[in-house]
């Protein structure tokens, strides 16, 4: 069973600020609603009531000391054979990690290779196409107008440095 802070003060015969103020300077583990307020299990409330008792005996609120509240850390160490599987399994993580990362990097690269050899193609086929319709565009000049000579532009040739940068 869960009480809020009203119903857990009336119990206790306490106003509510007073059971907020002793959860906060007792440390009282208690969970809190999405509302962010106080939800009391009932060893709480014997906690609490454990506090009321002394403090109604005239004890002042540094001097109270209930055990219950002093809950020991436990230190959690794992045996060595635990920590030596650990440790492997870690490494192994990681060496994976590193394998996929590697993996990823050779089929990006393989990727712009493959990308790199589809743009050349297309480039060469473009440039297939406009000679094709130079050549289209000066047969039908000639078919139009055969007794006067034409002007046709030649093609320009490619700089030999330009075509480095387009492999």
Known sequence: MVLKTKTVSEEL??????????????NIPCDKNEHGHYLFKQEDIEQLREIKIQLDNGLLMSDIQIESFSTPEKSFELPIHFEEKFKRLNEAIESIEKKVEEKADAVVSYQMLQHAS???????????????????????????????????????????FVSLFTL
Do not use: A, C
């Not at 015969?13 to 007792?26: D, I, L, S």
């Open 118 to 160: 589809e743009v050349e193609e297309l480039i060469k086929k473009m440039e297939n196409m406009e000679s094709r319709l130079q050549d289209l565009e000066v047969t039908l000049l000639k078919k139009n107008y055969p007794e006067e000579t034409l002007y046709v532009k030649e093609k320009p040739k490619k700089n030999w």
């Open 13 to 26: 015969g306490v106003n509510p600020t007073t059971v907020q103020r002793w959860v906060r300077h007792f």
